[in-house]
């Protein structure tokens, strides 16, 4: 069983749609939390970050962690063409020197 | 903007040749990373070094090796390329304070 679950889509929404985008995990040790989107033929970019249980927002971008069902989610509102992406969550530890596992990553497209 | 970067950005080369692809930063970060992935699948942690002088193996078994020799510099070499090596690489670092940053990869293709 992989340490983290994520669904891969294909997700295809209308523009101004809200997308939810979820990842589960198994290690509970896990306590640091990103998202990071990737274009087609780039690399990843860092999203949103966040640390603890609970939400935390960033312009169009939410991302929400509930540790206790292990469970977190990235929601996008009033989605737009150029979220276009696959969408990646990853985790770590809080020991020094540990390595980000990462979902299989679900891709979005927004249609205009 | 993250300063982390990747050359070549595409690589197309014959089987049996040495490539060397580069990966350097100027952030001053101590962990580096390097991941494969294929299209439309996930990143596969390859190979990482937390400071100079300082390499592990990753997750994936990988027949490249890498060298740290300078902080800002973590190249990965591929002694003999196949195509069974054709595939994306990514590099990454990641400071004290930060998260991993990715530069935007290598397309590499072995024919």
């Known amino acids: 069983q992989k340490e983290v679950e994520q669904d891969p889509g294909p997700l295809s929404v209308p523009e101004g749609a809200i997308v939810s985008l979820n990842c589960t995990y198994s290690?509970?040790?896990?306590?640091?939390f990103m998202w990071y989107r990737q274009y087609s033929r780039k690399g990843p970019e860092l999203l949103m970050y966040?640390?603890?249980?609970g939400n935390k927002e960033d312009g169009r971008f939410t991302a929400q962690v509930d540790k206790s069902s292990k469970y977190i989610s990235l929601f996008i509102r009033d989605s737009q063409p150029s979220d276009s992406a696959t969408y990646l969550c990853a985790m770590r530890s809080g020991t020094s020197g540990s390595r980000l596992t990462f979902g299989e990553g679900t891709q979005l497209t927004v249609n205009p | 903007e993250a300063d982390i970067y990747q050359t070549p950005r595409y690589l197309v080369i014959g089987t049996g040749k040495k490539i060397t692809l580069e990966c350097s930063q100027t952030m001053g970060h101590d962990k580096m990373y390097w991941y494969q992935q294929d299209p439309g699948m996930e990143l596969h942690l390859i190979h990482y070094?937390?400071?100079?002088?300082?390499?592990e193996k990753g997750d994936l078994s990988s027949e490249s090796t890498v060298s740290r020799i300078r902080t800002e510099h973590f190249p990965l070499t591929l002694e003999s390329a196949r195509p069974s090596h054709t595939s994306q690489y990514l590099c990454?670092?990641?400071?004290?304070?930060?998260?991993?940053?990715f530069g935007q990869g290598t397309r590499l293709t072995v024919v």
């Open positions: 290690n509970s040790a896990f306590q640091y």
């Open positions: 990454a670092s990641k400071g004290v304070r930060t998260e991993a940053f």
């Open positions: 070094s937390y400071g100079v002088n300082s390499t």
């Open positions: 966040t640390y603890s249980s």
